[in-house]
């Protein structure tokens, strides 16, 4: 079946504007987590939903970054106000319902923010 | 916060050696992971551990989960051009923890 996609596959942006990144989560999968990977480090935690509630927002940065998933399927991460320092890979991951469930990535969005 | 130092940073290795990286922590993991990741895509479980002292293999790979709870292993064997990429260990801290801790990566290249 569909893995994790994620829109767009790459997003350039000038510093002070605001972004959208799509996450689509494999059908029926509850859990839906985001990380974010610098160039050269593994992915670190954001955002984790289960369902249509955020269950633990303890890793995004600062309140530049939101994130929804209001209908317990796609969900967008939206950062406002980008700053050079947010370009990074964003990678989404889903899991059947999350605890030990393995999480499948999707293959990322590489922003770049100029 | 948490953190995984992960070693080798990166390996050179010739078609057919074995490889052997390994990942420690500061704090105790009640689960080790280990994923790959290819260029432009996303990290690919290769194999999960639940229970210290645990050793498991998937096919050429194997890995183990360090009996303190805070170091695992990963090896390879037998490398063939298609183990090319990163490695990286993750961890989950606690039973109710859902979040993933990655370690820096190990990018292993291999010459033919």
């Known amino acids: 079946g569909a893995g994790v996609s994620q829109t767009p596959s790459n997003k350039v942006t000038e510093k002070g504007k605001y972004v959208e990144l799509r996450c689509d989560p494999i059908s029926g999968h509850t859990a839906l987590y985001w990380y974010r990977q610098s160039l050269g480090q593994g992915p670190e935690f954001l955002i984790y939903f289960q369902g249509t509630g955020a269950a633990d927002d303890s890793g995004l940065p600062n309140d530049r970054f939101f994130a929804v998933r209001p209908e317990g399927s796609v969900s967008t991460l939206k950062i406002q106000r980008t700053e050079r320092g947010d370009s990074a890979v964003y990678l989404c991951a889903s899991s059947r319902t999350g605890g030990k469930d393995t999480q499948y990535f999707g293959p990322g969005t590489r922003l770049t923010v100029l | 916060g948490q953190q995984l130092n992960q070693s080798p940073q990166s390996m050179f290795i010739q078609e057919g050696e074995d490889v052997s990286m390994n990942c420690t922590s500061s704090s105790i993991f009640n689960t080790w992971l280990w994923y790959k990741q290819d260029p432009g895509e996303g990290p690919v479980l290769l194999i999960a551990?639940?229970?210290?002292?645990e050793l498991t293999s998937n096919g050429r790979l194997t890995a183990q989960f360090g009996i303190t709870r805070k170091d695992s292993f990963l090896n390879i064997s037998a490398s063939i051009p298609s183990d090319v990429g990163i490695y990286f260990c993750a961890g989950r801290t606690g039973e109710g923890a859902q979040k993933l801790v990655f370690g820096q990566g190990t990018r292993l290249t291999i010459n033919p």
């Open positions: 551990l639940y229970k210290a002292g």
